[in-house]
T-cell receptor, first 115, second 109 residues
């Protein structure tokens, strides 16, 4: 069975540009969450979507947005990129929403570099 | 404000010995705790979890201990193997997951 897949694996952008990251969850999983991992830190929660609705949002500016499609795949969009947005962006899926004592399954991430 | 802390950035252990990784948290509302393992260029992989109603959970060589009064979580790996060398993250859940900063474990053959 395919795990969580993310694309692209690596991306280089310049300040002010926009980026779209994509994620396909494990088959049957309806919840997708996005995390940002800066070098030397643990993953930080950005968004959670369940059944195409936003279920939670972390402490990130409005430049960050996301959506979930009818097939449960998801996109993370970041506008007006800043140097500080350089990080590994991780997508995780689960059967149920977070908060129901259920583990997350992570993809390999998209490494974003903003120059 | 870091709600989950791993105060040891790195740990080295001889093969066959016990590895003990520690994690502290501040939010008493956390009800579910997990450990993830991460290799370079890969996403975190689930290792073991524990509910707040338990104080110990064991899975093969891995045991997680939870001390709610001390708000402390630990992962024991016995015996440690070179393939266990990775970064270990603890995480705690209250509607969303909060991760620690990770401990890099090196198991020396």
């Amino acid at each position: 069975d395919a795990g969580v897949t993310q694309s692209p694996t690596h991306l280089i952008k310049t300040r002010g540009q926009h980026v779209t990251l994509r994620c396909s969850p494990i088959s049957g999983h309806k919840s997708v969450s996005w995390y940002q991992q800066v070098l030397g830190q643990g993953p930080q929660f950005i968004f959670q979507y369940y059944e195409k609705e936003e279920r939670g949002r972390g402490n990130f500016p409005d430049r960050f947005s996301a959506r979930q499609f009818p097939n449960y795949s998801s996109e993370l969009n970041v506008n007006a990129l800043l140097l500080g947005d350089s990080a590994l962006y991780l997508c995780a899926s689960s059967l149920s929403p977070q908060g129901l004592n259920e583990k997350l399954f992570f993809g390999s991430g998209t490494q974003l570099s903003v120059l | 404000d870091q709600q989950v802390k791993q105060n040891s950035p790195s740990l080295s252990v001889q093969e066959g010995r016990i590895s003990i990784l520690n994690c502290d948290y501040t939010n008493s509302m956390f009800d579910y705790f997990l450990w993830y393992k991460k290799y370079p260029a890969e996403g975190p992989t689930f290792l073991i979890s524990i509910s707040s109603i338990k104080d110990k959970n064991e899975d093969g060589r891995f045991t997680v201990f939870l001390n709610k009064s001390a708000k402390h979580l630990s992962l024991h790996i016995v015996p440690s193997q070179p393939g266990d060398s990775a970064v270990y993250f603890c995480a705690a859940s209250e509607n969303q997951f909060y991760f620690g900063t990770g401990t890099s474990l090196t198991v020396i053959p």
